[in-house]
């Protein structure tokens, strides 16, 4: 049986707002676990010149969720902080 796929939407805040996006965004991809893609990114404007990445991950559905990507952008060096925003099966 073929299983689906999860579409995550990952808000990750740099550690500051001095941190260059496009660079943060490359290592975000590469620190993806096996069989997750990155399949669009957008910037979201917080507060105090700091932008967060607004990063739409597709997961297989039996990874058993989204904490293996929440562990690997956490572990990214200049992510501040994780927070899934948006589950949904596509």
């Known amino acids: ?4 796929k999860v ?12 941190i260059d996006l496009e660079e943060l965004e490359d290592r975000l991809a590469a620190a993806l676990p096996d069989g997750a893609e990155l ?3 957008a910037h979201d404007a917080v507060a105090f010149g700091l932008t967060a990445i607004i990063a ?3 997961i297989p559905d039996d990874a058993g969720g989204t904490e293996a990507v929440e562990e690997a952008f956490a572990a ?6 994780v927070s899934v925003e ?5």
Not at 1 to 4: F, K
């Open 39 to 41: 399949n669009d990114t």
């Open 56 to 58: 739409m991950v597709v």
């Open 86 to 90: 948006n589950v949904t099966r596509i």
């Open 76 to 81: 990214v060096d200049g992510v501040e902080s």
């Open 7 to 18: 579409a995550t939407q990952v808000k990750v805040m740099p550690a500051s707002p001095d």
């Open 1 to 4: 049986m073929n299983m689906g």
